[in-house]
Structures are given as structure tokens and as C-alpha cells.
């Protein structure tokens, strides 16, 4: 039986989330080394990445800076953090640019050899964003043109005439 101050270790080499679904990176220490990504995160994040520098150096064309300050925060308090469609604009080796939304969990990771890290898990969710922003956007043009037609059935059944300057009728309603 292990005492309580033995830690559990599974074995399992982080090579385990290389066929996952979502993509996974992993990076150790307060310099945030770089030390593992799946074919999936480089895939959706955009291009080879390479290993073994701080993840500000990795992903130093990445816009939104504050995803990096917050591997600083997760680190230094242990405390999780999610961000939900969250944007990123990506850029890709053959200079193709494009915003996508991801769903982000960092955590921290204690692993045996390589000490306190960061795990981070993405989902990619453009295509749920954009088709929330397409409905939005719909909903919008729907609300106006119906604004419109209930103004337009509102004057249409006002009576209008026409009056001298005395106030006498000298035009009708066709109404």
C-alpha cells in the first residue's frame, strides 16, 4: 500500500494524446517550455511549432498575448482557467490568415521527470460561432423588416386628408 506521501503515476507517456480528438499541448516550468503538442493542436492552432523554447517564443505571432499571461497565472496560482470561444487569429506557413474560436482549459501538471507544467486542452468551435453569429445577424434583419412591415400597416390605415389653411377638407382619404 502507498503511504500518502507517494504519488500515483499511470506510466502513460504523453504520446496518449496524439490520436485525440482535441488538441493537447504541455509545457513545464515558469519559462513555459514547450514540450509536447499533438498532430490535433497543430492543426488547428496552424503549423509546426517547435519544441523545447518558452510558448511566447513558440507562438510569438499569436495577437492575442493575453492566452500567454495566462500559462503565468495558471502556473503561479494552480488555479484552472477556461475560456470559452475564445478568439485567435492564425496564421499559417504559407501566410494564410484567419480568425478561429477555440475552447480552451489550462491546468496545472505535476509530472514525475519533468516537474510543474500547464496542460492545455482546445476544442475548435468556429464553426458554432459563426453559425451563432449567422443566427444573430438573422434574428437582427428579421426584427427591422418586421419593425418595418408593422409601421408600414400602421400608416397605411391612418386616415389622411388634406386641409386649406382655415382647416377645411378639401382632399379626402381614399380610405
Known sequence: MRGPEEKAHSGLALEVFDPAAVGVLVSHGPEHVLVYMNAMYRRIIGGDRPLGVPVREAFSDLREREYLDWFDEVFRTGTPRHMTAAPVTVRYPDGFVEERYFN??????????????????????????????????????????????QSLVVAGTQKVWVTDPAGRIIEHSPA
Open 104 to 149: 480552451f482549459s489550462m491546468s496545472s501538471v505535476d509530472e514525475e521527470k519533468g516537474g510543474p507544467g500547464i496542460l492545455v486542452v482546445a476544442v475548435e468551435v468556429t464553426t458554432q460561432v459563426t453559425a451563432s453569429e449567422q443566427l444573430r445577424v438573422l434574428a437582427e434583419e428579421r426584427r427591422r423588416a418586421l419593425h418595418r412591415y
